[in-house]
């Protein structure tokens, strides 16, 4: 069912979703709030932009022109009306593309920031889908690999441009050495926790197009409390 909501903690922004299909998650939050954004950044790229959560929270912190991409034509309809009602068409475009098609629009070297909250488990055989294929491509690298989106990714940016993406912990170590691949040296971290007493099941990670290898570990996030509230740095990017 599709229901128009209120965007968490945003004044007068609102978010058309669809109950049967998924709704925008936390990390959709944490990372356009994690992000660095220059004043020097001019154009900004969100991949696998959904139903234009990052796009609509990153336009709160810029004024920078933001091009979304989602490649699910139902979910994308839903990012067009979302970015219709807010009356942020100047602002943000969302395109319905597969990410792989890209260089069809943009030659290499135009964004300043490219951020992702990607499909997170691959698409092996044995791995568990839901039975609903617009979750199930959110979720799983069905169309887009990890591979696929960091290649684009390092084409599409300029040289010493920011890149930043959220991602299950479990694979930090591949996803540290792919992006060494792709030139896309990691600047910040940050993980993410349930609760203080659990393991990290996320995280964030901010890099730089050929940048230097320096590092910084950011504090951890946790989210909830042992009750199962919000912890105070969730309301506050929250802002609630």
């Known amino acids: ?60 912190r810029t004024n920078s022109k933001i091009i979304g991409v989602e490649y699910q034509k139902d979910i994308y309809d839903l990012a067009v009306k979302t970015i219709n009602i807010n009356h942020l068409e ?23 920031l490219i951020t992702v909250n990607p499909p997170y488990f691959k698409n092996q055989e044995l791995s568990t889908k839901n039975v609903d294929i617009h979750k199930t491509i959110a979720r799983h690298e069905i169309n887009i690999t990890l591979d696929d989106i960091l290649k684009t ?5 300029k040289n010493g441009a920011r890149f930043a993406m959220v991602h299950r912990t479990e694979r930090f170590i591949e ?3 792919k992006l060494e691949k792709f030139n896309l040296i990691p600047k910040r971290i940050q993980f993410i926790y349930p609760k203080e007493d659990k393991e990290s099941n996320l995280f964030m990670i901010e890099c730089i197009k050929n940048g230097q290898n320096e590092i910084k570990i950011e504090k951890p996030l946790f989210v909830h409390n042992n009750d199962g509230t919000y912890r105070d740095e969730i309301k506050k990017i929250f802002r609630i």
């Open 1 to 60: 069912m599709e229901t128009l909501n209120d965007l968490v903690g945003y004044d007068n922004l609102k978010i058309y979703q669809n109950d049967d299909w998924f709704k925008f998650s936390l990390e959709s939050v944490l990372l356009p709030n994690f992000v660095t954004i220059n004043l020097s950044s001019k154009k900004i790229l969100d991949l696998c932009s959904g139903n234009a959560p990052i796009p609509l929270i990153l336009s709160t």
């Open 175 to 177: 996803i540290i050495n």
């Open 90 to 112: 100047d602002q943000i475009t969302i395109i319905n593309e597969d990410v792989k098609k890209l260089n069809k629009y943009y030659e290499g070297d135009t964004f300043d």
């Open 153 to 157: 990714s390092c084409y599409l940016l």
